[in-house]
């Protein structure tokens, strides 16, 4: 699909007009044809439509033909007009329930169901799929006699004809200490076609590698079918096979460890047979496939208000485009009222959608879909102070120069960065990136070398670094940046540590050091950790002058129990929460005085209307803490945080600040607080963002701010490069002054 330049803007405000009217549709208009349709694609095959319109009676026509198959009372004109409530009366309303929308958050289309957000349309029934993510089927081997060996995982893959999904083969590796080692799963480049095709991953098992998995997954609605696989070490540059039991899948039952058979696949959701009609080698293939784990609930209510019958959504939603959107309908054991006679004929159109990220629709119905669940569900507008209708344009702009899977998926971050959302996360599939051998982090305004992994490197911690790539690492990190949702400064600098380093596999990554030229590679697969501290190797540690160490993030509260007797003879006490705690928030109760009665510091909006307008009120919760014994709080006690201290460390903080329980010290947190909400966009792309409303126990606004040390420390460049913990270094200096 192709545009030219001067038509452009008008086909933007084409589509943010398609953008509004589908929100709209999507989560406040209650007929069942609406509540029935893949809105993912739908998004999609709306754009496409859309952008073919020359002008706004095409865009009124194509509106109403795109959403009266599932919305048949809506109405889109020129001109304000009256809007006939006989539409949507029944002759006999006395045989008919009202049925609208409630959303507590939402969870309409989100990844997690039944979780603390709820979207219900009142008084009819809804299906939820409980189906896992995907159908997977693997296998694993003992990887030490392969220690330092390349390894290649071969096999041959096709889907079933139009299907929702998309294949691939899995390789990965398990080191003795848990963490991952190589990785990969093919999303990148995931498997589309209907047709055989053999496909391969290589990769290669380090010093520390002790599990060796591989098997193969569909991800979405559809039919993998696999066979011919094949594992292979290299030796003396010849690849050298590992024999698989049942690599042909002639054994006929599958799914379960057996004497014939090793694959192991428990997807819920999923089915896995053998099949001797698909086959390419040999008797059977293997099949997984998608039947779903659908659970029929019906709509009750989830609070009072709600829209009264004859409520619309009427607005201009473009220029001289009006809207007519029933918020109410009466609705029978059968339908809704109306019913739509064409609903199918759209659901046909839906499934022969191409959701690559090549296809301009995809990318720019991805937008659309983000853009709503924003829209009308981010509780945290006025503390970004973003425009958000701007962001859109921006984003749907950019969407037309895109053409590959990275591209959009750069423009999904950069859209969903001025939401200084720490939760906010866009990725797509199970891509692991790949790393060099160092971190870095800014020091003293300038970025420092923090760690080295590699002794072969002619680069050490403390070194300065003044170029990246050619240019100021500023400038570099000027873009990187860009693409990073944060609500503190520290919460995107500690993001951009390691966003910065991401790349492609065995990419360079050029810097300049003390004058001289290092070529890095990343080589690594990145796993997520905290920057190292030498103290946070210790879950606990008695310091000197009887000060106790207690690592927050690692430490169980059985553990911390346990120690009570010591805590309660020492001299002081310090926490380290620069990291996730490690459910040991029951601490909280042996520094109170008084039970915890703070009890809605949580919030859940309740929304019946669009754009957050009058939101009608709010799940308060708390965690209402009580005390406990042996009392703590008479003794010196410290909190060392920073902004790797985000949600649930800040839900923990919050009291620490609010009761005055601890002198705090080192950096503000992530200032960003609530549970995620995630969601799944077209082309195996997903966006975790916060559903929930947050604030001090004060009252007063958390978001974007966070908790605040009582006493501010900062790291030096002297201090990196001696391997001092000047956040721990002044802990203990605050304990020792009582």
Same mark, same amino acid.
């Given at each position: 699909?192709?545009?030219?330049?001067?038509?452009?803007?008008?086909?933007?405000?084409?589509?943010?007009?398609?953008?509004?009217?589908?929100?709209?549709?999507?989560?406040?208009?209650?007929? #069942?044809?609406?509540?029935?349709?893949?809105?993912?694609?739908?998004?999609?095959?709306?754009?496409?439509?859309?952008?073919?319109?020359?002008?706004?009676?095409?865009?009124?026509?194509?509106?109403?033909?795109?959403?009266?198959?599932?919305?048949?009372?809506?109405?889109? %004109?020129?001109?304000?007009?009256?809007?006939?409530?006989?539409?949507?009366?029944?002759? %006999?309303?006395?045989?008919?329930?009202?049925?609208?929308?409630?959303?507590?958050?939402?969870?309409?289309?989100?990844?997690?169901?039944?979780?603390?957000?709820?979207?219900?349309?009142?008084?009819?029934?809804?299906?939820? #799929?409980?189906?896992?993510?995907?159908?997977?089927?693997?296998?694993?081997?003992?990887?030490?006699?392969?220690?330092?060996?390349?390894?290649?995982?071969?096999?041959?893959?096709?889907?079933?004809?139009?299907?929702?999904?998309?294949?691939?083969?899995?390789?990965?590796?398990?080191?003795?200490?848990?963490?991952?080692?190589?990785?990969?799963?093919?999303?990148?480049?995931?498997?589309?076609?209907?047709?055989?095709?053999?496909?391969?991953?290589?990769?290669?098992?380090?010093?520390?590698?002790?599990?060796?998995?591989?098997?193969?997954?569909?991800?979405?609605?559809?039919?993998?079918?696999?066979? !011919?696989?094949?594992?292979?070490?290299?030796?003396?540059?010849?690849?050298?096979?590992?024999?698989?039991?049942?690599?042909?899948?002639?054994?006929?039952?599958?799914?379960?460890?057996?004497?014939?058979?090793?694959?192991?696949?428990?997807?819920?959701?999923?089915?896995?047979?053998?099949?001797?009609?698909?086959?390419?080698?040999?008797?059977?293939?293997?099949?997984?496939?998608?039947?779903?784990?659908?659970?029929?609930?019906?709509?009750?209510?989830?609070?009072?208000?709600?829209?009264?019958?004859?409520?619309?959504?009427?607005?201009?939603?473009?220029?001289?485009?009006?809207?007519?959107?029933?918020?109410?309908?009466?609705?029978?054991?059968?339908?809704?009222?109306?019913?739509?006679?064409?609903?199918?004929?759209?659901?046909?159109?839906?499934?022969?959608?191409?959701?690559?990220?090549?296809?301009?629709?995809?990318?720019?119905?991805?937008?659309?879909?983000?853009?709503?669940?924003?829209?009308?569900?981010?509780?945290?507008?006025?503390?970004?102070?973003?425009?958000?209708?701007?962001?859109?344009?921006?984003?749907?702009?950019?969407?037309?120069?895109?053409?590959?899977?990275?591209?959009?998926?750069?423009?999904?971050?950069?859209?969903?960065?001025?939401?200084?959302?720490?939760?906010?996360?866009?990725?797509?599939?199970?891509?692991?990136?790949?790393?060099?051998?160092?971190?870095?982090?800014?020091?003293?305004?300038?970025?420092?070398?923090?760690?080295?992994?590699?002794?072969?490197?002619?680069?050490?911690?403390?070194?300065?670094?003044?170029?990246?790539?050619?240019?100021?690492?500023?400038?570099?990190?000027?873009?990187?940046?860009?693409?990073?949702?944060?609500?503190?400064?520290?919460?995107?600098?500690?993001?951009?540590?390691?966003?910065?380093?991401?790349?492609?596999?065995?990419?360079?990554?050029?810097?300049?050091?003390?004058?001289?030229?290092?070529?890095?590679?990343?080589?690594?697969?990145?796993?997520?950790?905290?920057?190292?501290?030498?103290?946070?190797?210790?879950?606990?540690?008695?310091? !000197?002058?009887?000060?106790?160490?207690?690592?927050?993030?690692?430490?169980?509260?059985?553990?911390?129990?346990?120690?009570?007797?010591?805590?309660?003879?020492?001299?002081?006490?310090?926490? #380290?929460?620069?990291?996730?705690?490690?459910?040991?928030?029951?601490?909280?109760?042996?520094?109170?005085?008084?039970?915890?009665?703070?009890?809605?510091?949580?919030?859940?909006?309740?929304?019946?209307?669009?754009?957050?307008?009058?939101?009608?009120?709010?799940?308060?919760?708390?965690?209402?803490?009580?005390?406990?014994?042996?009392?703590?709080?008479?003794?010196?006690?410290?909190?060392?945080?920073?902004?790797?201290?985000?949600?649930?460390?800040?839900?923990?903080?919050?009291?620490?600040?609010?009761?005055?329980?601890?002198?705090?010290?080192?950096?503000?947190?992530?200032?960003?607080?609530?549970?995620?909400?995630?969601?799944?966009?077209?082309?195996?792309?997903?966006?975790?963002?916060?559903?929930?409303?947050?604030?001090?126990?004060?009252?007063?606004?958390?978001?974007?701010?966070?908790?605040?040390?009582?006493?501010?420390?900062?790291?030096?460049?002297?201090?990196?490069?001696?391997?001092?913990?000047?956040?721990?270094?002044?802990?203990?200096?605050?304990?020792?002054?009582?």
């Amino acid at each position: 699909m192709t545009i030219s330049c001067k038509k452009k803007q008008d086909t933007i405000n084409n589509l943010k007009t398609f953008a509004k009217a589908y929100g709209y549709v999507k989560y406040f208009h209650p007929s #069942d044809e609406a509540s029935a349709i893949d809105w993912n694609s739908f998004a999609a095959y709306g754009a496409e439509q859309i952008v073919k319109c020359q002008s706004k009676t095409e865009v009124i026509n194509t509106l109403n033909s795109l959403f009266k198959p599932i919305a048949p009372s809506v109405v889109f %004109s020129e001109e304000k007009q009256a809007f006939n409530l006989n539409t949507i009366t029944p002759e %006999s309303p006395e045989n008919f329930k009202p049925t609208y929308w409630q959303h507590k958050g939402v969870s309409k289309d989100m990844t997690y169901q039944n979780y603390v957000y709820s979207s219900v349309r009142v008084n009819r029934y809804s299906e939820i #799929d409980e189906s896992s993510n995907y159908g997977n089927i693997s296998m694993s081997i003992n990887a030490k006699k392969y220690r330092g060996k390349e390894i290649k995982y071969t096999g041959w893959v096709k889907l079933n004809k139009n299907a929702n999904a998309s294949g691939h083969l899995s390789l990965w590796v398990e080191n003795t200490d848990r963490s991952l080692g190589f990785y990969e799963t093919m999303d990148a480049k995931p498997i589309k076609s209907s047709d055989w095709k053999p496909y391969e991953i290589i990769g290669k098992i380090d010093t520390l590698g002790s599990k060796l998995a591989f098997g193969s997954y569909v991800s979405g609605k559809g039919t993998l079918y696999l066979d !011919d696989v094949h594992l292979y070490y290299k030796d003396n540059n010849e690849w050298v096979e590992i024999p698989i039991k049942n690599s042909d899948f002639e054994a006929s039952s599958i799914g379960e460890k057996t004497e014939q058979s090793e694959w192991i696949g428990k997807s819920k959701g999923y089915t896995y047979n053998v099949s001797s009609s698909e086959n390419m080698e040999g008797k059977n293939c293997l099949v997984i496939s998608y039947e779903g784990a659908i659970k029929k609930v019906k709509g009750e209510a989830i609070f009072k208000a709600h829209p009264k019958f004859g409520e619309l959504i009427e607005e201009e939603i473009g220029k001289g485009i009006y809207c007519q959107i029933p918020l109410n309908l009466f609705g029978d054991d059968k339908n809704t009222f109306p019913k739509s006679k064409i609903a199918s004929t759209l659901q046909d159109s839906l499934k022969v959608l191409d959701n690559s990220p090549e296809n301009l629709a995809m990318r720019i119905g991805n937008f659309i879909n983000t853009y709503n669940v924003i829209q009308h569900f981010y509780p945290y507008f006025e503390e970004a102070e973003t425009n958000w209708d701007k962001a859109l344009e921006t984003a749907l702009k950019q969407s037309f120069s895109d053409q590959t899977a990275d591209d959009h998926l750069i423009t999904l971050q950069k859209f969903m960065a001025p939401l200084k959302d720490g939760h906010v996360r866009v990725w797509m599939g199970n891509a692991v990136p790949y790393v060099p051998a160092i971190n870095w982090e800014w020091v003293e305004d300038k970025l420092i070398i923090t760690e080295v992994k590699n002794d072969t490197l002619n680069i050490k911690v403390g070194d300065i670094v003044t170029k990246i790539d050619k240019q100021l690492p500023k400038n570099y990190f000027e873009d990187i940046n860009s693409r990073i949702s944060a609500g503190t400064k520290g919460s995107l600098d500690f993001k951009a540590q390691d966003l910065s380093l991401f790349g492609k596999k065995d990419s360079k990554l050029v810097l300049e050091v003390n004058g001289k030229t290092i070529n890095l590679k990343r080589d690594k697969n990145y796993t997520y950790t905290s920057v190292s501290i030498p103290i946070q190797k210790n879950k606990y540690k008695l310091l !000197d002058n009887n000060i106790f160490y207690l690592n927050l993030d690692t430490i169980e509260m059985d553990t911390i129990t346990s120690l009570m007797p010591q805590l309660k003879t020492s001299k002081g006490i310090i926490c #380290d929460m620069r990291g996730y705690p490690n459910s040991n928030h029951d601490f909280i109760s042996h520094l109170l005085k008084e039970n915890d009665t703070s009890k809605a510091w949580l919030r859940i909006p309740k929304i019946i209307y669009p754009n957050q307008n009058k939101i009608v009120g709010y799940e308060d919760t708390g965690w209402e803490i009580e005390t406990k014994e042996p009392y703590l709080g008479d003794k010196k006690i410290v909190f060392i945080i920073d902004s790797r201290a985000i949600s649930y460390a800040e839900s923990y903080m919050s009291f620490i600040e609010g009761y005055k329980l601890a002198t705090i010290v080192g950096q503000p947190t992530a200032g960003t607080n609530g549970n995620i909400n995630p969601f799944k966009l077209l082309g195996n792309f997903n966006v975790n963002w916060t559903g929930m409303k947050v604030i001090k126990h004060d009252g007063s606004q958390h978001h974007a701010i966070g908790i605040l040390p009582n006493i501010y420390v900062n790291k030096t460049i002297e201090g990196v490069k001696s391997g001092k913990d000047e956040f721990l270094e002044k802990a203990i200096q605050v304990v020792l002054e009582q």
